[in-house]
């Protein structure tokens, strides 16, 4: 079955381009020329797409803000979002990502590089380990068939690229990893250094799944190392 992508950009010129590239790979397009249109077509689908490409500046509203408002809906909390944007300022990109998006690709782009990472959204969304697989670390619970976490038996909500980096973490708990090591624990998906997203992303997973992010006892901070998830929690057994 095709993947279907939602495309959301008032760029008529760019829109068009973008489906007749997209669609000679495989994928199934529907564009959006504002958020209002978006939003009829999320509504109006019996199925949320498989991914949105979300452009930043629209005429009818910031994608950001969109951005928000799809993460705070349960059924498409884990909805692959790659965010456009002609403003490429790290600042940009990390709130971006602070607020929910998967990815973020500044304009101009090659299309070639924006069919990598809609197919690399793509395979996070759709790999899943085994159905009957459960990491249990106290009252957090990772469901890598079900594909999410939950603390203390409620959902935690996290995007499918802060889930991804959730398991990276607790596979390897009780080890220090630092952002090169994640990097290439996640096998290739776009994840920047360079601009601190994986900083970011860490912070939204603190805020899903410890009991006060201020001071988190499940995912640490080693100063000048990087990050470790702890393997001890909520009074575990050593």
Do not use: W
């Not at 969109?66 to 709130?95: H, K, N, T, Y």
């Not at 973020?104 to 809609?118: G, S, T």
């Not at 624990?185 to 970011?200: C, M, N, Q, T, Y």
């Amino acid at each position: 079955m095709q993947a279907q992508v939602l495309l959301v950009d008032d760029d008529a010129r760019l829109a068009e381009m973008l489906e007749g590239y997209l669609g000679a790979a495989g994928y199934r397009v529907q564009v959006a020329p504002n958020l209002a249109s978006a939003r009829q077509v999320l509504a109006a689908k019996s199925a949320l797409p498989d991914a949105v490409i979300l452009d930043l500046m629209l005429p009818d509203g910031d994608g950001l803000d969109f951005c928000r408002q799809l993460r705070a809906v349960p059924q498409a909390a884990g909805l692959p979002v790659l965010m456009l944007s002609a403003r490429g300022e790290p600042m940009d990109r990390v709130i971006g990502l602070e607020l929910g998006a998967d990815d973020y690709l500044a304009k101009p782009f090659e299309p070639r590089e924006l069919l990598a990472r809609v197919k690399a959204l793509l395979r996070r969304g759709q790999a899943a380990g085994p159905a009957a697989e459960v990491l249990r670390f106290g009252r957090l619970e990772i469901d890598l068939g079900e594909r999410c976490a939950r603390l203390g038996g409620d959902d935690c909500a996290l995007t499918s690229h802060q889930f991804e980096l959730l398991v990276v973490m607790a596979r390897h708990a009780g080890r220090v990893m630092t952002r090169d090591q994640i990097m290439d624990a996640l096998k290739g998906h776009p994840l920047e250094a360079f601009d601190r997203s994986i900083d970011v992303h860490i912070s939204r997973i603190r805020a899903a799944i410890e009991d006060d992010p201020r001071t988190p006892k499940r995912l640490l901070t080693v100063r000048g190392a990087g990050y470790v998830f702890a393997r001890k929690q909520d009074g575990d057994a050593a």
